[in-house]
C-alpha cells in the first residue's frame, strides 16, 4: 500500500494523506470551521459522504449548505429521518423507497391502516426527537444473501426487490443505520440527523407500487426540508400563494377546462373560453413558424408498431406507450412524439444540400401511458399537444440553427410574460451507456456545439450529467414564475440517433449522399402545460391579448342597452373580444360576477355616458373608474392587444 495519497482541492492545492482518511478529517485538518459545516464530500466526480475513506489519489471537494448538490443529501437523508420516525410509531409499516426531490423528499410505506393528518404532526414530533438526538448515519456493508434474509423476515417486500433487482448475487449491499433504522441505500448522507435544522411534513397522498395500478397502494408522505428555518418559512409562504394559483381550482372557476372521469383521467377538455386562450397561443405559434421559415406539417395520431421499432421508441420508451393496437394488417401504437412523422416527410424525397435547413413544424397531439398517481390537472396528462419542430441541416449549419431556436425560445417568454428563467445543459454520463446512444465522439461533438450557442448568446448555464435525451444532449429552458418556482418548458435537443436509424440523405456539393444532423425543438413544451404555467403565473388575470373576454359593458338600466350594444359593436369591428351584459340584474351584481371572472376592463354606461360618448372605465385590480370616450378607449385595448404587454395601462 502506498504511504500516502494525493489529495487535489478545487483551487489546484494539494495535500499528502494516509490511505484511509476520510473527507472529513481533512476538512479538520484545513479548518474546524469548515468540518463543522461539512456536508458531504465530492471525490472524482461523485458524491459520497464525509465518513468514507479515501484509498487513492483524489480531486475533493467539501460541500456545505453553499452547495445545490448538498441540499439534494440533505433532503434523503431527510426521507430517512420521516422513515425511522415512522418505523417507532408503526412498527408495522412497510418500507418502500425515498428520494429527494426538487422541493422536498417523500418516503413510501405500505400500511393497511391509513395515515391521518394527527399522524403527520405525530411523525414530525419523533422526527425533532431524532435530530435531537443526533443520530449518525452510518454506512454498513452486507453480504447480497445476508441483506435479503434480514429484509424478508421483516416482510419488506419492496427493499427484497430493490435488492434483486439493482444488486448481483456475489456482490456486497450497502446499508444505512439511523439507530435502530436500517435502509438498504446507496447514499451518501449528511454526518447525523442534527444537521438537519429546518423540516416539515407536507401531505399524504397514494401510490401504487412501482406504478403499477395493479399492485397495492402505498401511502406517500411528502415533506421538504432547508437549511435554514428562513428558508423553510419563505417556502411555505410561496406553498400557500401557489394554493391560491392552483389552475385546477382556477380552470373550473373560470370555466376553461376540465377532466371528465367518463372519459378517463389525463385527457383535457377544453371549454369555449380556454379554446379561445389556446386559439391564441396556437395563432401567435404558427405565425413565428411563417416568421422564422418553418414549414407546416401534420401528421397521423396512429402509426405502425414497425415506425416506433425502427425509431427506438419501441425499445427505449415502451413503458410509456399505450398499448399495441391490433388492427387487420399489422400492429399500431398511438403516436408518443412527432418526430418519427417528420422524418418520413423529410425521407418522401431526396434532399440537396441546397435544401438544407429543412425546418418542419407541427401543433401536434400525442399519446404517453402516464400512470395514475402522477397525472397533475394539466401539468401531467396523457393526451397533449408539442409545439414540436424538427430541423434537418447539415454539420455546418447546426450551431447557427441552435442558436435560432435559442433565440426563438426566448422570444416566447418574452411575449408571455415571462422575465426569469434558468438554462441547463443536459448530457450523457459516459459510465451509463446502457441509456445513451451514439458513440463518445459524437455526444462530445454535439455537447460542444451546444456549450458555444450558450456562450456566444451569453447565456448563464449549468451543465448536468445524465440528463440528456437517449439519442443526444439537450438544452432545457426553466423559466421562473410570478411567485418564484421553476418550470421545465422549453427545450432545443440535438439527435445524431435518428438520421442514422432512419438512413436519412441528403446530396452534398461535392455529389456524394451525407447524413444530415437533427435538431428537436419544443417551446411551450405543450399547450396543456404551458396553459397550465400561464394561469398559475397570472393567478387567471391573463394579459389583455390572452384573456378570454378582453372587455364587458353594463348598461345601468334597461334604456341604456341600445348605446352599450353600440359599443360593443364598435369594439368587435375593432378585434376585441367583447361582451354586452344586457341581464336585468343589478348592475352591482354584475360588476362583481365579472370581477371575480377576472375580465381586464368593465365599461359601465348610463345616461351620462350615452349623453357624452362616453364609457366609465374599471380596470382590473385598480382602485377607482376613469371616465373616457370610446374611441380613447379602443384606441387603448388594441394597443394593449397589439403590444402583448401584461400590463393594463
Same mark, same amino acid.
Not at 364587458?552 to 368587435?572: C, D, F, S, W
Given at each position: 500500500?502506498a ?17 484511509g ?12 470551521r ?79 391502516a ?89 401531505? !399524504? ?21 432547508? *437549511? ?61 413558424? !411563417? ?7 401534420y ?5 405502425r ?112 410574460? *415571462? ?32 456549450e ?49 436509424? *432512419? ?38 388575470? *391573463?394579459?389583455v ?6 372587455t ?21 369591428a375593432?378585434g ?62 388594441e ?11
Open positions: 500500500m504511504a500516502s495519497i494525493q489529495i487535489k482541492f478545487p483551487d489546484g492545492s494539494t495535500k499528502d494523506v494516509a490511505p482518511t476520510t473527507a472529513l478529517e481533512i476538512a479538520k485538518s484545513i479548518s474546524p469548515l468540518a463543522d459545516a461539512a456536508l458531504v464530500a465530492r471525490t472524482n466526480g461523485d458524491l459520497v459522504d464525509l465518513a468514507r475513506p479515501l484509498e487513492e489519489d483524489a480531486n475533493l471537494r467539501i460541500l456545505t449548505d453553499k452547495d445545490p448538490e448538498a441540499l439534494t443529501v440533505y433532503r434523503h437523508s431527510s426521507a430517512h429521518l420521516l422513515a425511522a420516525a415512522v418505523l417507532e410509531l408503526f412498527p408495522e409499516t412497510k418500507l418502500g423507497h425515498g428520494p429527494a426531490t426538487e422541493t422536498g423528499f417523500f418516503y413510501d410505506f405500505y400500511r393497511p391509513p395515515f391521518t393528518p394527527e399522524d403527520l404532526e405525530k411523525i414530525e414530533k419523533k422526527m425533532q426527537e431524532l435530530v435531537d438526538r443526533n443520530i449518525p448515519y452510518v454506512r454498513e456493508f452486507l453480504p447480497r444473501a445476508e441483506g435479503l434474509a434480514q429484509f424478508k423476515k421483516e416482510g419488506d417486500f419492496m427493499k427484497c426487490h430493490f435488492i434483486e433487482q439493482f444488486t448481483k448475487p456475489d456482490e456486497k449491499i450497502s446499508i444505512y443505520r439511523t439507530g435502530t433504522f436500517t435502509d438498504f441505500c446507496r447514499g451518501p448522507h449528511i454526518p447525523s440527523t442534527g444537521k438537519i435544522k429546518a423540516f416539515k411534513l407536507m401531505n !399524504i397522498a397514494g401510490a401504487y407500487w412501482l406504478g403499477d395500478e395493479k399492485n397495492p397502494q402505498l401511502q406517500r408522505i411528502y415533506g421538504t426540508s432547508f *437549511f435554514s428555518k428562513n428558508d423553510l418559512q419563505a417556502y411555505l409562504r410561496q406553498q400557500e400563494e401557489a394554493k391560491k394559483r392552483d389552475h385546477r381550482v382556477l380552470g373550473q372557476q373560470l370555466d376553461l377546462f376540465s377532466i371528465q372521469d367518463l372519459a378517463g383521467p389525463g385527457l383535457i377538455f377544453w371549454h369555449p373560453k380556454g379554446g379561445i386562450i389556446r386559439k391564441a397561443m396556437e395563432d401567435w405559434m404558427y405565425a413565428q413558424y !411563417i416568421k422564422r421559415g418553418y414549414s407546416l406539417v401528421t397521423p395520431h396512429v402509426m408498431k414497425q415506425l416506433w421499432q425502427t425509431s427506438g421508441h419501441e425499445g427505449y420508451y415502451a413503458n410509456n406507450m399505450f398499448d399495441v393496437m391490433e388492427l387487420d394488417d399489422a400492429e399500431y401504437r398511438l403516436k408518443p412524439m412527432n418526430c418519427p412523422g417528420h422524418i418520413l416527410i423529410y425521407k418522401d424525397s431526396l434532399k440537396s444540400y441546397r435544401d438544407l435547413p429543412v425546418r418542419l413544424g407541427e401543433l401536434g397531439t400525442v399519446y404517453r401511458y402516464e400512470r395514475s398517481g402522477v397525472m397533475h390537472g394539466l401539468l401531467r396528462v396523457r393526451g397533449f399537444t408539442q409545439d414540436d419542430a424538427h430541423i434537418f441541416c447539415t454539420p455546418e449549419q447546426i450551431e447557427g440553427e441552435i442558436e435560432a431556436c435559442l433565440d426563438f425560445a426566448l422570444d416566447v417568454l418574452k411575449d408571455f410574460g *415571462f422575465e426569469q428563467f434558468q438554462t441547463e445543459l443536459s448530457t450523457w454520463n459516459p459510465e451509463d451507456r446502457r441509456n445513451f446512444v451514439g458513440s463518445e465522439e459524437q455526444w462530445t461533438r454535439a455537447t460542444q456545439s451546444l458555444r450557442v450558450l456562450v456566444r448568446r451569453n447565456v448563464e448555464f449549468k451543465t448536468i450529467l445524465g440528463e440528456g435525451a437517449f439519442y443526444g444532449p439537450k438544452i432545457d429552458i426553466k423559466l421562473v414564475d410570478a411567485i418564484g418556482r421553476l418550470w421545465q418548458l422549453s427545450t432545443i435537443q440535438f439527435d445524431f440517433n435518428l438520421p442514422q436509424r *432512419f438512413q436519412l440523405e441528403y446530396v452534398a456539393e461535392d455529389g456524394t449522399r451525407k447524413q444530415p444532423l437533427m435538431v428537436h425543438r419544443a417551446l411551450y413544451g405543450s399547450i396543456e402545460r404551458f396553459f397550465g404555467v400561464l394561469i398559475e403565473h397570472y393567478a387567471g388575470a *391573463f394579459p391579448w390572452l384573456s378570454p373576454v378582453q364587458t359593458v353594463i348598461p345601468i338600466a334597461e334604456r341604456h342597452v341600445a348605446y352599450a350594444n353600440e359599443i360593443g359593436k364598435q369594439l368587435k375593432a376585441v373580444r367583447v361582451e354586452v351584459d344586457a341581464r336585468n340584474e343589478k348592475m352591482n351584481a354584475k360588476i362583481r360576477e365579472h370581477a371575480l371572472a377576472k375580465v381586464p376592463f368593465l365599461l359601465v354606461v348610463g345616461d351620462k355616458e350615452a349623453e357624452s360618448g362616453k364609457v366609465n372605465v374599471r380596470t382590473r385590480g385598480k382602485e377607482g373608474t376613469e371616465d373616457m370616450t370610446s374611441e380613447q378607449f379602443r384606441e387603448k385595448i394597443q394593449l392587444i397589439g403590444s402583448r404587454s401584461s400590463r393594463l395601462s
